[in-house]
């Protein structure tokens, strides 16, 4: 696994890190593979210590491992019908025709391990195990759930997990909470119309270049059927926009590039606006280009994306807007790409279900690796 950054993005999950619990809580380095731009950790786990090559999945809602040749007298599984199960979301009983093992037990609580690279559920059991972070408090009785070798499609090179941080009672960070006794909150179930796991943003329009898109203001609100909205992804490498959203936002940044002198070239995919490089001056902040403002609720608030975040350079000649079309019938309507949100600084509130956010942290002079 080739990393191209240490410090690339940084989330602060309120309940895990904050000023006053900070050296009760748990940081984990930050990473970024070069060739799949996929954001993971590393940890350990068990009683041999087992490295763990997390990938960072900010809407999964729980963690699961490699457990192949996984080995430890701690490791338990959950048993089905159990309080724990009850608070995992168990779905039944699962078993197992092998050796018994960590990933093969008989009367488990059922997991359904979800590969959001290789578009697979794969039916599992839950299990608990220490989890250790190098120089930090171990995390006891640790939920989780293992997934077999084959499943591991999409994954950056080495990477052998994936650590959920959606808002339910056994993500990393509820978790760490939990036992740590942090301040937290969420939904400690879930039936059919429950609000969604996943962090979502109240964005209300889009500008570039200073100018508002026209778009239809249904695409930025969900409907009943739970379709629509702006939600925070660290899956998707690039912001992905409804294709009624992304066709405006392209041809209003090409203009607004075209009035600073910015030269249009040939696309290359996934991206449908792309430049030459020449035209385009450099700042601390990145390119020189439109800025992009997601305009939310109150008195001039908006979350602005800059040169660094906005463009993406393809070759040595070429740069492109780095948004992709969304098609015309997504679940929701804009998912902000983990590209948006490098050099970001982003505090995930879950008590008062707030976002603070300080856009670029280059325009400061700034980096999430100096902070």
Not at 72 to 100: F, L, M, Q, W
Not at 115 to 123: D, H, R
Not at 168 to 188: C, G, M, R
Not at 322 to 329: K, L, P, Q, R, T
């Amino acid at each position: 696994m080739a990393s191209s950054s240490h410090y690339s993005i940084l989330f602060v999950l309120a309940i895990l890190i904050s000023a006053s619990n900070a050296q009760n809580g748990l940081i984990l380095p930050l990473r970024k593979d070069a060739k799949t731009s996929q954001f993971y950790t590393t940890l350990e786990l068990g009683s041999n210590r087992a490295a763990l090559t997390p990938i960072i999945d900010l809407g999964a809602q729980f963690s699961w491992f490699q457990c192949d040749n996984y080995v430890s007298s701690t490791y338990s599984p959950i048993p089905c019908d159990s309080r724990k199960c009850e608070i995992a979301r168990g779905i039944g009983c699962v078993g197992c025709n092998g050796p018994v093992r960590p990933g093969c037990t008989n009367d488990t609580c059922g997991a359904s391990a979800w590969n959001p690279f290789q578009g697979v559920l794969v039916s599992e059991g839950f299990g608990e195990d220490t989890l250790y972070a190098k120089n930090q408090r171990p995390v006891s009785e640790y939920t989780f759930s293992c997934m077999e070798s084959r499943f591991m499609e999409g994954l950056a090179s080495g990477a052998n997990g994936l650590v959920g941080l959606a808002r339910t009672e056994i993500s990393l960070h509820k978790q760490v909470a939990n036992k740590f006794n942090l301040p937290d909150s969420t939904a400690p179930a879930f039936t059919v119309g429950d609000p969604s796991d996943e962090y979502f943003i109240d964005v209300k329009s889009i500008r570039v270049g200073g100018e508002t898109l026209s778009v239809k203001n249904s695409y930025f609100s969900i409907d009943k059927d739970g379709v629509g909205g702006t939600k925070i992804s660290t899956i998707q490498n690039f912001t992905a926009l409804h294709n009624s959203i992304y066709k405006p936002l392209t041809r209003a940044f090409t203009k607004a590039a075209s009035d600073m002198k910015i030269k249009s070239v040939a696309a290359v995919e996934p991206f449908r606006a792309c430049f030459s490089s020449d035209s385009i001056s450099r700042t601390p902040a990145g390119p020189s280009v439109p800025t992009i403002d997601l305009i939310l609720p109150g008195n001039d608030i908006y979350w602005r994306i800059s040169g660094a975040n906005s463009m993406v350079e393809v070759d040595e000649r070429r740069m492109c807007l780095a948004f992709v079309d969304g098609g015309s019938n997504p679940r929701t309507s804009v998912v902000i790409g983990a590209h948006q949100l490098e050099e970001n600084f982003l505090e995930f509130d879950l008590v008062s279900s707030q976002l603070k956010f300080s856009s670029s942290l280059l325009v400061q002079n700034q980096s999430c690796s100096r902070l």
